[in-house]
């Protein structure tokens, strides 16, 4: 049975990898309403197979870095998204954005520098960020007007998570996947000596 979770997990995931690339299609050839409608879907995907993995302990490594990739993916659909469709809302927000893809760029390229590949940690400050962030821009494009408080809290939210990761890759010598934080990590540390 846990191989066959694993498959159907990895599947899911595999799903968003491939919906990411149709999703920009759409955008740039005006097929924005199946845009609008896939958007949701492949976040409502990244809940169900991360719970999924782990309700049926199918976590694997491999797992990990398709869901990170699928994860990034799905945020570039989403920001070409903003950038053709909500032109207006990035010219309002453009400090916060252009900070947010600052902070990415820098645990981005160290963890490529540091580990030869993207990072895989999944922390609890990623999750909360990803659900602020997937339901800001979910009803950003099916919402006439923007709902300010839910982008502050993501973005803040986002930050907390990309300051977060950038502490855990220099904490830590080499890549690990599904790490709870820089606090469980000096917890670790702290028990070891």
Not at 138 to 152: A, D, E
Request: with cysteine.
């Amino acid at each position: 049975m846990v191989r066959r979770s694993y498959y159907i997990i990895n599947g899911i995931t595999f799903y968003r990898l491939l919906a990411a690339p149709v999703m920009i299609v759409l955008i740039f050839t005006g097929n924005t309403e199946i845009f609008k409608w896939m958007l949701p879907v492949s976040f409502f995907t990244d809940l169900i197979d991360g719970f999924l993995a782990r309700k049926y302990n199918a976590i694997s490594v491999m797992g990990a870095k398709l869901d990170s990739m699928a994860d990034d993916l799905t945020i570039v659909a989403a920001i070409a998204g903003l950038f053709v469709m909500k032109t207006g809302f990035i010219r309002e927000e453009i400090i916060w954005i252009a900070v947010l893809l600052v902070l990415y760029l820098v645990e981005t390229i160290s963890a490529l520098v540091k580990y030869r590949k993207l990072s895989g940690f999944h922390t609890y400050s990623a999750k909360c960020a990803a659900l602020l962030q997937g339901t800001f821009l979910i009803l950003l494009f099916l919402l006439p007007t923007p709902i300010y408080p839910l982008f502050y809290a993501g973005a803040i939210a986002t930050m907390i998570d990309l300051l977060e990761e950038i502490t855990l890759i220099a904490l830590l010598p080499k890549w690990e996947a599904n790490v709870k934080g820089v606090y469980w990590i000096l917890k670790m540390k702290k028990n070891k000596k």
